[in-house]
């Protein structure tokens, strides 16, 4: 939880859950032996509490998930009565 609160402020871009297990495995924070099923099950119960958002299509991670409501929510409301967006809106 610490690793991923001092990486998310900064990292506001998608990143690949291989990317976040390595810089936390190259961290202070890993302990000696931690593998990639112990990472993913943590990602996975941070994940219920909001902290990060991890996508069923090619092993990304938000550690922002606020920042991707905040943007769905203005295309929402950029839509016209049809729910119609015109590309250059976006």
Do not use: C, H
């Not at 609160?5 to 976040?20: A, H, K, S, W, Y």
């Not at 924070?29 to 990639?36: A, I, N, V, Y």
């Not at 929510?73 to 839509?79: D, L």
Request: hydrophobic content about 45%; charged content about 30%; glycine content about 10%.
């Amino acid at each position: 939880k610490a690793f991923v609160g001092d990486v998310g402020p900064r990292d506001v871009r998608l990143v690949t859950v291989e990317e976040l297990f390595q810089a936390f495995r190259t961290s202070v924070d890993s302990p000696p032996g931690f593998e990639r099923a112990e990472f993913e099950a943590a990602l996975k119960g941070l994940e219920s509490l909001g902290l990060l958002r991890l996508f069923d299509f090619g092993g990304l991670v938000t550690l922002r998930p606020e920042a991707l409501q905040a943007a769905a929510g203005e295309i929402i409301s950029a839509a016209d009565r049809e729910g119609m967006l015109a590309e250059e809106e976006i």
